[in-house]
């Protein structure tokens, strides 16, 4: 079993910059990918960026050039990953997930309580 645990929502003025991380624990050692989701009311949750445990990743276009995702691997029990989003928008206000998969494909095995990113115009 993985647990995530996201910090560093928060308000940010349009053109900001926050930068949310995710602290994996549990079997880390499992993991094979780690990624961010985002949600607003109304809407499906989608793939901001996802990150595999050889480096690739892969954002979503809108945020492409604006958000960075890394991971630090501090022991085989623990991984963190970062979401650094600069040049925020009032459009990427959402409730942002952590994420992660044992797979080397397919859909996300464990996801985080979600935090609030607010963004103001």
């Known amino acids: 079993q993985v647990q995530l645990v996201e910090s560093g929502g928060g308000l940010v003025q349009a053109g900001g910059s926050l930068r949310l991380s995710c602290v994996a624990s549990g079997s880390a050692f499992s993991i094979r990918a780690m990624g961010w989701y985002r949600q607003v009311p109304g809407k499906q949750r989608e793939l901001v960026a996802d990150?595999?445990?050889?480096?690739?990743?892969?954002?979503?276009d809108s945020v492409q050039g604006r958000f960075t995702i890394s991971v630090v691997s501090r022991d085989n029990a623990k991984n963190t990953v970062h979401l650094e989003m600069n040049s925020l928008k009032p459009e990427d206000a959402a409730v942002y997930y952590c994420a992660a998969r044992e797979r080397a494909t397919g859909g996300m095995d464990y996801w985080g309580k979600g935090i609030l990113v607010t963004v103001s115009s």
């Open positions: 990150i595999t445990s050889d480096g690739s990743t892969n954002y979503l």
